[in-house]
């Protein structure tokens, strides 16, 4: 398991430095427009689990307004989500400050998603083994379904990744990641602007 991070952490860093350098300009042009669109910050940050379940702090564009009720409280995802956010999160192209998580080493190229830290104490001991691994900015899950599965699948797939993860299986499920966008498959659940709360297994 030790070499095996070892090798991801090697392939991490060959694959995200060369495509920092690369996208660059397209992601301080897309800092400008949401700066221009929705005023600052431009980036969201807020605490995940990663590896083991040590928290970190993920950075992702900002897609959503903080448009409140007449009563103070925070409309839903829906609402809230701009048009240049739903644009930035059907091609993925949100997520892209994450590589600076990867070049951290706080998150692989591949893996489960890290998703929000309330739902540590809901998983079954089955589920938590998806933080066996560290987060990645796509995943097995992602490219099989990604937020158009529920739950249940999604943990499933997560395990099913950590037991049979490999170089060879990452290029396999980068390359799947690149049609998927392309074709802006699974993007959310129906009637939802994003996956729906995790409530625990029952």
Not at 40 to 49: L, T
Not at 175 to 194: P, Y
Request: proline share 4%; aromatic share 10%.
């Amino acid at each position: 398991m030790e070499s095996m991070a070892i090798r991801k952490r090697c392939f991490d860093l060959i694959f995200v430095i060369p495509s920092l350098l690369m996208i660059s300009p397209v992601m301080a042009v897309m800092a400008i427009v949401i700066w221009l669109s929705v005023g600052r910050p431009i980036f969201f940050r807020q605490m995940r689990p990663g590896l083991w379940g040590r928290p970190f702090t993920i950075s992702k564009f900002r897609t959503m307004t903080d448009r409140r009720d007449t009563s103070g409280n925070l409309l839903t995802d829906r609402d809230r989500l701009t048009a240049m956010g739903r644009f930035l999160r059907s091609t993925s192209l949100d997520e892209l400050p994450e590589l600076f998580n990867v070049i951290k080493g706080e998150m692989s190229i591949v893996g489960p998603r890290p998703l929000l830290m309330q739902y540590l104490d809901r998983y079954t001991t089955e589920e938590m083994r998806r933080h066996e691994v560290k987060p990645g900015l796509t995943g097995w899950a992602q490219v099989n379904g990604r937020n158009a599965i529920n739950w249940d699948e999604k943990f499933r797939l997560d395990v099913w990744y950590v037991d049979h993860q490999s170089i060879l299986l990452d290029l396999r499920i980068i390359w799947m990641t690149v049609l998927k966008v392309l074709k802006r498959e699974g993007i959310s659940n129906e009637g939802q602007a994003t996956m729906q709360e995790f409530m625990g297994t029952k």
